[in-house]
């Protein structure tokens, strides 16, 4: 069964600064790996996926993650935090089996201070 | 550009009453998602629907859920008799047929605030 595990329920940085949240995953089979962003009061927003075309994957606002499998890891980065990135941020696994249940971690809410 | 929206964005209902949640996928998509979130817990899968059948459900979805797609837009999860667990944000989501090395993104609706009294 696929399961993915995000380090820190909380991270807080300041503004200008590297932001890098936890994702290790747990699959049987070569996954697909999604990070999403949840604002205050809206749905889940794409940021980035990993669809094994390339390790390193670019998305919105700056935003990428890097595929390691050997360390079955699929951490998100941005270089230099903006006040607006504050959000909680979900990653996410599937399987290409059909319909493509996403399974996705407990959330990491990004703080972020002037 | 297209979005999922759900309606309506709050229901509050009383235990063992039903409810009906409504959700417009994105117009050309064909794949249905229905997703919950339990007040900080993590978002959950509950079940998957296309062409007109659930194709996968999780151990959640048992049979006081059903969801249907009544016309060629609405998709709906109805709970037929709520409990108090029930209370949560239910998300939908939509995609398009999965292409050719890849899986196409999911589109998350703002999602529905439950809650059961």
């Known amino acids: 069964a696929q399961s993915v595990t995000q380090l820190g329920s909380h991270v807080s940085v300041s503004e200008g600064a590297l932001v890098l949240l936890r994702c290790n995953y747990s699959?049987?089979?070569?996954?697909?790996l999604f990070w999403y962003v949840q604002y205050p009061n809206q749905g889940l927003q794409l940021l980035l996926k990993y669809t094994s075309a390339a390790t390193l994957v670019k998305g919105i606002n700056g935003f990428e993650a890097e595929f390691k499998k050997s360390e079955t890891s699929f951490h998100l980065t941005k270089p230099s935090a903006h006040m607006s990135d504050a959000a909680e941020y979900f990653c996410?696994?599937?399987?290409?089996?059909?319909?493509?249940?996403?399974?996705f971690g407990t959330g990491t809410r990004l703080l972020v201070s002037p | 550009e297209p979005e999922v929206t759900q309606t309506p964005s709050h229901q509050v209902t009383q235990m063992g009453q039903e409810v009906i949640l409504r959700c417009v996928p994105i117009s050309n998509h064909l794949y249905f998602y229905w997703y919950r979130q339990i007040l900080g817990q993590k978002v959950e899968f509950l079940v998957s629907?296309?062409?007109?059948?659930?194709?996968?459900k999780s151990e959640i979805f048992d049979d006081q859920f059903s969801v249907e797609r009544p016309d060629g837009s609405n998709f709906t999860l109805k709970i037929r008799s709520t409990k108090l667990e029930d209370s949560a944000m239910y998300f939908c989501?939509?995609?398009?047929?999965?292409?050719?090395?890849?899986?196409?993104?999911?589109?998350f609706g703002p999602g529905t605030r439950l809650t059961v009294l």
């Open positions: 629907f296309y062409n007109n059948e659930i194709s996968e």
């Open positions: 996410a696994v599937s399987e290409d089996t059909g319909f493509q249940k996403l399974v």
């Open positions: 989501a939509s995609s398009t047929r999965k292409g050719d090395g890849g899986t196409d993104t999911q589109y």
């Open positions: 699959s049987s089979v070569p996954p697909y």
